[in-house]
């Protein structure tokens, strides 16, 4: 006997930062944007060139060496680039 999976659900909410929010959360958002680009297209050359598969650890390790060669990516919270590369 098979259940039915339950219906899925979506909610939307609406946020509106205040005038101090919006500067930093663009920032994250472009820097976000960056590394999530940056890091799939090192993956997608790395299997297409050499046939091989970046690990998630390998892309992690690598976040560093981003940092230190793009300062502006120092200035965001380091929680929200490291969320970009399992999606």
């Not at 005038?19 to 680009?37: D, H, I, K, T």
């Given at each position: 006997?098979?259940?039915?999976?339950?219906?899925?659900?979506?909610?939307?909410?609406?946020?509106?930062?205040?005038?101090?929010?919006?500067?930093?959360?663009?920032?994250?958002?472009?820097?976000?944007?960056?590394?999530?680009?940056?890091?799939?297209?090192?993956?997608?050359?790395?299997?297409?060139?050499?046939?091989?598969?970046?690990?998630?650890?390998?892309?992690?390790?690598r976040l560093v060496l981003l940092k230190?060669?793009f300062p502006f990516l120092k200035e965001?919270?380091?929680?929200i680039l490291q969320q970009i590369l399992?999606?």
């Amino acid at each position: 006997m098979s259940r039915k999976a339950p219906p899925k659900r979506a909610h939307k909410e609406r946020f509106y930062p205040t005038v101090e929010q919006e500067e930093p959360l663009a920032q994250s958002f472009g820097c976000a944007r960056f590394v999530y680009s940056n890091t799939l297209r090192f993956r997608t050359n790395a299997y297409y060139k050499d046939g091989i598969s970046v690990s998630h650890s390998h892309a992690e390790k690598r976040l560093v060496l981003l940092k230190s060669e793009f300062p502006f990516l120092k200035e965001v919270l380091s929680v929200i680039l490291q969320q970009i590369l399992p999606d």
